[in-house]
């Protein structure tokens, strides 16, 4: 029989390496300490948090505008309301024709390029409304602190 000396062992396989790393960092707390010194991460992390109470803050604004301007019509007499519909329909109107002039009139490279960055602001809207959604957050926060 042939022995080996107790120093004298296997070498560990590269997955019995990574166990005892990681059992190691999990010991010593490692990646916590990577996670909190990790400004980026941790700023990304933050940037999500902020963007996902914009997002709320802004459908409740919606609400609450939605409430308010239903409850001001409410109040509004017979003759302001028959006036505001006649400037809506003259508005509409003038919007038509001024469609027609731009159709007729504006070279075909500038209505391009026009609709172009119409659609542009059509596909970016819901950045615009988060951003809208921040700004108003930060507004209502400095309003509460000054109170």
Do not use: N
Not at 51 to 60: G, H
Request: charged content about 25%.
């Amino acid at each position: 029989m042939t022995h080996t000396p107790a120093d004298q062992h296997t070498p560990p396989t590269p997955a019995e390496l990574r166990e005892q790393i990681e059992q190691t960092r999990h010991d010593l707390g490692v990646q916590d300490l990577a996670d909190r010194t990790d400004a980026r991460a941790r700023a990304q992390q933050r940037a999500g948090q902020l963007k996902e109470q914009a997002v709320v803050k802004a459908a409740e604004l919606k609400v609450q505008a939605a409430k308010s301007a239903s409850q001001v019509q409410d109040k509004l007499p017979a003759p302001v309301k028959e006036k505001a519909a006649q400037a809506a329909a003259q508005a509409r109107t003038a919007a038509a024709k001024a469609g027609q002039v731009w159709e007729e009139k504006a070279p075909a490279s500038v209505q391009d390029r026009t609709a172009q960055y119409a659609r542009l602001a059509r596909d970016s809207r819901s950045v615009l409304l988060v951003a809208g959604a921040g700004v108003a957050v930060l507004w209502l926060t400095a309003r509460r602190r000054k109170s």
